[in-house]
């Protein structure tokens, strides 16, 4: 749930249109992306940042194994220019599975279900979510795998 969780009430909440934990493509809006948020914000971190610590943010390398190979190669296709280069071991863009977004609706609300969630308006929905406790949320995604 933390990261891969999409549906409409998440990109009609986000500020930048996106559903889940996503690298921005929007002609690729879909669910399940790769949940590299987190990835592209390190990165710029990184490239605003470095200089302090004697690095180059020109001469930025990233280095990923198995599904960090996965989402190095997808950083690779964001066009967001945040690495010079990549180094892949094992594991590539074009193995991850694609869903559209429709597809994570069902999950979404079963979420909202599960925990009372009837406010009438996306944003209060995704609030009502977001206020949840860590533990509540975990213990939701250990009952529904899917």
């Not at 490239?47 to 190979?69: H, L, Y």
Request: with cysteine; glycine share 10%; hydrophobic share 45%.
């Amino acid at each position: 749930m933390f990261g891969f969780l999409a549906s409409s009430d998440l990109v009609n909440a986000s500020s930048d249109g996106l559903a889940g934990n996503y690298v921005r493509r929007p002609q690729c809006m879909k669910a399940n992306r790769q949940g590299l948020r987190d990835c592209v914000h390190l990165l710029e971190w990184t490239r605003e940042n470095i200089a302090s610590f004697g690095g180059d943010a020109e001469n930025v390398t990233v280095f990923g194994q198995s599904a960090g190979g996965v989402a190095t190669g997808a950083m690779l296709f964001s066009g967001r220019n945040l690495a010079r280069r990549a180094i892949l071991m094992a594991g590539a863009p074009g193995t991850l599975l694609f869903h559209r977004l429709e597809a994570a609706e069902p999950l979404y609300s079963a979420m909202l279900e599960h925990f009372g969630v009837r406010a009438p308006q996306a944003a209060e929905r995704v609030a009502a979510l977001r206020s949840l406790s860590q533990d509540d949320v975990l213990a939701f995604a250990k009952a529904h795998p899917e």
